[in-house]
């Protein structure tokens, strides 16, 4: 079960869908599925841990100069506004983070399983649509124009995405747009603080699960995670111009489509 074309196979879909709006936990349990992994393979789900790092890293490359930035580590100054800051990034992060640490024993036990999961593709899909019919006048067009308030506010809608299928870039682009933000800015802001929590979440969940694979299976580990990574940075480049000219329903459509694929093949 663990050939190099089922490393190459969900690298592809972690990479696609770590960024997009769309539920990478859902895709990853129904990947799982359709390939025929029992739930219980342990390896699959540290190498599931391992390969976010190689999406967090294509993240990284692509906004680096951002991140530079963030440290007074570039020159570069902001193209609107005051500029992004550190506070900016901790007012979206530690509500999420605080939550989700107080209550991840609370959500594995009881909410990661196929029901919630499919609640959550469908209202995350719902929420996409609202952030794009009641988007209040866009205040913040880039991300160097948020304000503190807007980026609280956005961390607070990033709290929906510990249930999972929520999608935690699908609750922080539509709250982003709640919140004035244009589509290209809730993005860019979305992706710029996956890094630490992504950091965060992964290195936690790889530290206790280390145990679970050896030597033997770092091959199958890099293939992943190179693949992840590649994919990941096709991907946010192309979601970034994607969100410039088209609705995020679009996602909200394909997210009822990947429901309903996910009660035919998981549920049923």
């Known amino acids: 079960m663990h050939d190099w074309w089922v490393a190459v ?3 592809i879909v972690e990479g696609l869908t770590e960024f997009l709006p769309v539920s990478s936990t859902g895709h990853m349990i129904l990947t799982s599925r359709l390939l025929g992994i029992p739930d219980t393979d342990e390896l699959i789900k540290t190498f599931e841990i391992v390969i976010q790092l190689g999406a967090i890293l294509a993240g990284v490359v692509v906004y ?12 570069e100054k902001p193209k ?9 990034i901790m007012l979206a992060i530690v509500p999420t983070l605080a939550i989700a640490y107080l209550t991840k024993d609370f959500i594995k ?11 959550g593709l469908i209202l995350g899909g719902v929420l996409l649509i609202v952030g794009e019919k009641f988007q ?6 880039d991300v160097d124009e948020l304000t503190y308030k807007q980026a609280f506010f956005i961390g607070l809608w990033q709290i929906i995405s510990i249930w999972p299928g929520f999608s935690r870039s699908g609750s922080t682009i539509a709250g982003g747009m709640l919140a004035g933000a244009s589509r290209r800015a809730a993005a860019d802001f979305t992706f710029i ?7 965060a979440a992964t290195g936690y969940e790889l530290l206790k699960n280390l145990d679970t694979f050896s030597s033997g299976d770092l091959g199958f580990f890099a293939i992943g995670f190179i693949v992840s990574f590649i994919v990941a940075l096709l991907a946010v480049v192309t979601f970034i111009k994607f969100v410039q000219k088209f609705s995020m329903s679009y996602f ?10 996910f009660w035919i093949f998981v549920l049923r």
Do not use: D, Q
């Open 80 to 88: 609107a506004g005051k500029g992004m800051n550190l506070l900016h």
């Open 64 to 75: 680096w100069k951002r991140i530079l930035r963030l440290f007074g580590l570039s020159k």
């Open 252 to 261: 909200a459509y394909y997210r009822f489509v990947a429901a309903a694929l």
């Open 9 to 11: 196979i969900i690298g």
């Open 193 to 199: 603080i996956a890094i630490p929590v992504m950091v």
């Open 136 to 141: 209040p006048e866009v205040t913040a067009r």
């Open 109 to 119: 036990a009881h909410l990661f399983s196929p029901p919630t999961v499919l609640i």
